[in-house]
């Protein structure tokens, strides 16, 4: 197939492409600086501006939509939160908008979105069906979700892909946290008791491509491990896994006046499970527990 990526040059989207380009799909990726794309894959991946998208959308056969401004990051001011929607919302608006233009259109939009569309959710277990609370967080996935479910409108097949922290040896959520734990710094965030819904960045891949592959595949999943654990217990294991102590412990008031609105990404509760995957698509995670996950992640290169 001829699959074009969006966010093709961050932590997922980097090896999603090294996994397509392994199975023998030609890809292209969506970016503003095509010299970091080659940069990234030379030759293999051919590096596509906006001007010329509606020219790859009528060639290609799927779109993988993972573009987005860092969710973590300056605090959520106004304008910080309209440049998380606009990163987001307005290029799958654009995407589907091309879409729409063309005779010949891709088959597939797989599109990115989060488990922060649950909100807050306590100990309640979060299949994808669901009630979301509310919050900044919800808000910006269900936008996202809606701004991509257009295309179905278009017979496009679309799945929507509600990710949790994905893990990985080469950046994401580990590499934000390994320094101070290494230092010895890392403790749980407020109560500790707060679900931490993970992912190991090959089984993200291959749910993806799982979902790409399979033609009955549509609407949400939840793009998860199938064993969220609490704060407390993933920095315990992380700790293990690094032999440092884990001791140090940031109340919740402290990280909402650092943070602002923003602390919800570490102190709400998502306990997701990806029941779709499973059910459904019968996946096998390579990486079911915390740690084997962390175990692979944190393993001597």
Same mark, same amino acid.
């Given at each position: ?37 080659? !940069? /990234?894959? *030379?030759?293999?991946? &051919?590096?596509? +501006? ?5 020219? #790859?959308?009528?060639?290609?056969? =799927? ?120 230092? !010895? /710094?890392? *403790?749980?965030?407020? &109560?500790?008791? +707060? ?5 190991? #960045?090959?089984?993200?891949?291959? =749910? ?94």
């Amino acid at each position: 197939m001829l699959i074009l990526v969006t966010g093709g040059t961050g932590f997922i989207g980097r090896s999603l492409c090294n996994r397509l380009l392994a199975e023998g799909h030609a890809v292209a990726v969506l970016s503003r600086q095509p010299a970091a794309v080659a !940069g /990234l894959f *030379g030759s293999n991946v &051919t590096p596509i +501006q906006q001007p010329a998208l509606a020219s #790859i959308l009528q060639r290609c056969d =799927a779109v993988i939509n993972l573009a987005g401004a860092p969710i973590f990051g300056p605090r959520w001011s106004a304008a910080r939160k309209r440049v998380l929607l606009d990163s987001r919302v307005t290029l799958t608006d654009q995407l589907v908008s091309v879409m729409a233009d063309l005779q010949t259109r891709p088959r597939i939009l797989l599109s990115g979105s989060a488990i922060g569309y649950y909100g807050d959710q306590g100990d309640v277990s979060l299949s994808e069906a669901a009630t979301p609370s509310g919050g900044f967080s919800h808000e910006l996935c269900a936008a996202w979700e809606r701004a991509a479910g257009w295309a179905t409108e278009l017979g496009v097949r679309v799945c929507t892909l509600r990710t949790g922290l994905v893990l990985g040896p080469k950046g994401g959520l580990l590499q934000r946290m390994s320094l101070p734990f290494r230092l !010895g /710094l890392g *403790g749980r965030l407020g &109560t500790g008791r +707060q679900w931490m819904s993970w992912i190991h #960045i090959d089984d993200h891949v291959e =749910a993806m491509l799982a979902l790409l592959k399979t033609p009955q595949a549509q609407g949400p999943y939840n793009l998860t491990a199938p064993t969220p654990v609490q704060n407390r217990v993933f920095t315990e294991a992380l700790a293990r896994q690094l032999h440092r102590p884990a001791i140090a412990h940031l109340p919740a008031p402290l990280l909402r006046l650092l943070l602002g609105e923003m602390a919800e990404l570490l102190l709400a509760s998502q306990r997701v499970v990806p029941q779709r995957l499973t059910e459904e698509l019968g996946l096998v995670f390579k990486f079911p527990t915390l740690e084997l996950a962390l175990s692979d992640c944190l393993k001597p290169s």
